[in-house]
């Protein structure tokens, strides 16, 4: 889009605010018996060609009516609500690679795994793995306790399944920001287009070797009438210790608050308690997501710890440039598997 035009809405069908949603039931995918036995059929033939999730594809976790079923979740996270939750997988019955298996499986079904990290983790872990607040590396899937404010990662689809849940705290939230983008069409246009400009984010020491430390994106982008958006406010703000960065403006400052502070407003947002054994994808181009402050007890057998997927949809056809895959990306060199043991039992 030529950001020197007027921003204009988008996508309005999908301008749903809290009320629209509080029936949980409409935005939750209960998996039924004939699923489970879809799903353990699935999972002893993934077993049986192979433990390591890299070996596992289509072919490898068929599916059958079930298919049909995550695939009108993919219609809805693209042209729809943008976010849905699938239960429950069976944390008694299963061990948490059996879990992980099952994700996995269900997950490639909706899409093809992304690397989430230098390391090349496809599949990520979100639990609190000792970081200092203060590391300038930090990343929000290593961080623990404190919570996260609404923000977007860096593919099409994010998935998340619980192992286990904080001892208090820790609630899952979303939050609509198509809504918000045309609520600011209306009443800031000025603000929309200041954040149609590629603004600078910190690589979190995660850029390519020769590579500055910061990246330039926008937040909106308009491509085939429909809204993308790369939100992630923190690394923005970040990006300002590097004397060669651009300045941010006073309207980009503007812009950056404003839209965070709607994204708080209870209209905008839901929250999520999510069980062991739960999932929830969100489309990471129309929802952000975040999550609250929780409490963790070690020794009572309760540390928070969540399962990541980064997710390219195949029903999305067009992408503007900048949100392409970069296949060539040296995050995908050394493909790998996120593995950090979960402390206690599902609870």
Not at 322 to 338: A, E, L, P, T, Y
Request: negative net charge; charged residues 30%; hydrophobic residues 35%.
């Amino acid at each position: 889009m030529d950001v020197k035009l007027d921003p204009r809405p988008l996508e309005t069908h999908v301008d749903w605010t809290r009320d629209d949603v509080q029936d949980e039931s409409a935005w939750t995918v209960e998996l039924t018996d004939a699923d489970k036995r879809e799903l353990d059929h699935a999972l002893a033939v993934a077993k049986a060609h192979s433990t390591n999730l890299l070996d596992i594809g289509l072919e490898q976790f068929p599916l059958d009516r079930l298919k049909s079923k995550i695939e009108a979740v993919e219609r809805e996270l693209i042209d729809g609500r943008g976010f849905v939750r699938i239960r429950t997988l069976d944390t008694a019955k299963y061990s948490d690679d059996d879990l992980t298996m099952l994700y996995w499986g269900i997950g490639i079904h909706l899409g093809d795994p992304w690397p989430q990290n230098h390391y090349g983790h496809v599949m990520g872990d979100v639990t609190d793995q000792g970081k200092a607040l203060n590391d300038p590396t930090l990343r929000g899937n290593e961080i623990g306790q404190i919570g996260l404010d609404y923000h977007t990662d860096g593919a099409d689809i994010i998935g998340l399944m619980c192992l286990r849940k904080a001892k208090s705290g820790g609630l899952s939230c979303v939050a609509n920001i198509v809504a918000i983008y045309n609520e600011l069409v209306r009443t800031r246009p000025d603000l929309v287009k200041a954040l149609y400009d590629e603004l600078p984010n910190d690589a979190r020491g995660e850029q390519a070797p020769g590579h500055k430390p910061y990246y330039n994106f926008p937040v909106f982008t308009e491509h085939k009438d429909r809204l993308f958006v790369r939100f992630i406010p923190q690394y923005i703000l970040a990006s300002q210790k590097y004397a060669d960065a651009p300045r941010l403006s006073p309207l980009a400052h503007e812009a950056l608050k404003t839209v965070t502070e709607m994204a708080r407003d209870p209209r905008y947002n839901v929250y999520m308690d999510l069980a062991p054994g739960e999932m929830q994808f969100i489309n990471n181009y129309h929802v952000l997501h975040g999550r609250q402050e929780y409490q963790d007890d070690v020794a009572g057998g309760y540390k928070r710890h969540l399962k990541r997927l980064w997710l390219a949809t195949r029903y999305l056809k067009e992408r503007p440039d900048h949100f392409r895959r970069k296949v060539q990306s040296h995050w995908g060199k050394n493909i790998s598997v996120s593995k950090i043991e979960a402390v206690g039992k599902p609870n």
